[in-house]
């Protein structure tokens, strides 16, 4: 709604598009803002269809509501309307039962938000620049720190805690105009948790997964990016799977262009990974599952939620197409150590990708 509308209100709104008009149906409340700065060729009110007297004869609010939709499509003489799959069912039954033929269409809506104009791309570049300034805060955090003799970090006469962490992200995300859902700060063995948020001290020696992912409150875009830090020298092991992860990450990035499936990129990263000497879930027997290794999707589109299309992963068959912007993630994790994800965000193109994220790969930060 606000991609086609270019407006967010507070309240629930209706909006319909027929022959080349656009037309936003809202509270009057709201008809004033919506007139002033949405790309709408009509807005109407609620009160034009009777909501109010339909409630005054002891209508609920929810069924007037329902009604008054019907009403507009009445007014607007469209018997067939076609909906994205998060249509509300109460609303789909009740104009089904009054003869009008509701149609979900996922793949319409989807490619309506898909390919991102230029406004749009800078939006998420400035979302993108306030989250490599955040990870430079990270950097900045652990590389202050000292080790205790029990490995704990140390900094400031504080523990180095991932709590600490997301504070220190949080507050830079918020001093650069962004806002969301908490980053993830995974370390050791918690990192393999992949979505969890992580808590508690942090170690030398040990991955620290760190995943962030904000929208700018002003554009409402977002952007995402994951690195994974060491303090101190990394042990043999995350050696290897950072190298394994970084190789996967740059061949299937090379992967990413216009009219490719989705599955394409992710199969390379599989084979980098695979060669690596870690399991993708490719080849999985019927009813076997992973739990460690490379066990997710390679990537997402981003744009006005951080987890939109299209996807790259086991089944996503459907093209990539030019002016998608996408995640590419690879990953592998074992759960008694922890592991390394690292995630870029790209434009596709007709030819090379065009990578936003402007940040290096550096594993160990050193005091």
């Keep these: 709604m606000f991609v086609a509308t270019g407006v967010a209100v507070v309240d629930p709104f209706t909006y319909l598009e027929l022959n080349g008009q656009r037309v936003i149906v809202a509270s009057v409340l709201e008809a004033d803002v919506i007139r002033r700065d949405s790309r709408a060729s009509d807005v109407w009110t609620d009160d034009e269809f009777g909501g109010r007297e339909l409630m005054a004869k002891g209508w609920s609010y929810h069924d007037a509501e329902m009604e008054v939709v019907r009403r507009v499509l009445e007014k607007a003489g469209a018997q067939s309307v076609v909906v994205p799959p998060s249509f509300p069912v109460s609303l789909a039954d009740y104009l089904r039962g009054k003869g009008h033929t509701v149609t979900p269409d996922r793949d319409l809506f989807e490619r309506r938000r898909r390919s991102k104009d230029a406004a749009q791309l800078a939006a998420i570049n400035v979302a993108q620049r306030a989250t490599e300034q955040a990870f430079n805060s ?16 140390i900094a400031d006469g504080e523990q180095v805690t991932c709590e600490r962490v997301r504070d220190a992200i949080v507050g830079t995300l918020r001093e650069h105009g962004c806002e969301g859902e908490p980053p993830l700060v995974g370390a050791g063995p918690r990192g393999a948790l992949v979505h969890d948020l992580g808590r508690g001290p942090i170690h030398a020696g040990e991955p620290v997964i760190v995943d962030i992912f904000p929208r700018h409150a002003a554009s409402r875009y977002c952007a995402d990016m994951t690195r994974t830090f060491c303090f101190g020298e990394a042990p043999e092991r995350l050696r290897v799977m950072h190298a394994t992860v970084l190789d996967a990450l740059r061949r299937s990035t090379e992967a990413i262009t216009d009219g490719v499936a989705g599955t394409v990129p992710w199969e390379v990263a599989c084979d980098a990974i695979e060669a ?56 592998v994790y074992r759960k008694d150590f922890g592991g390394v994800r690292l995630e870029d965000l790209v434009v596709v193109t007709s030819g090379e990708p065009d990578v936003l994220t402007q940040f290096d790969y550096e594993l160990e930060i050193r005091a």
Aim: hydrophobic share 35%; glycine share 20%; net charge negative.
């Design 276 to 331: 690596g000497g870690f399991r993708t879930q490719r080849g999985l027997a019927e009813g076997e599952s992973l739990g460690e290794d490379f066990f997710h999707g390679l990537g997402h589109g981003v744009g006005i939620e951080v987890h939109e299309a299209p996807y790259m992963g086991l089944g996503c068959r459907q093209p990539l197409a030019a002016g998608d912007v996408v995640t590419v993630e690879p990953g």
């Design 138 to 153: 990270v950097r900045e955090l652990l590389g202050s720190a000292t080790p205790q003799e029990s490995g704990v970090l």
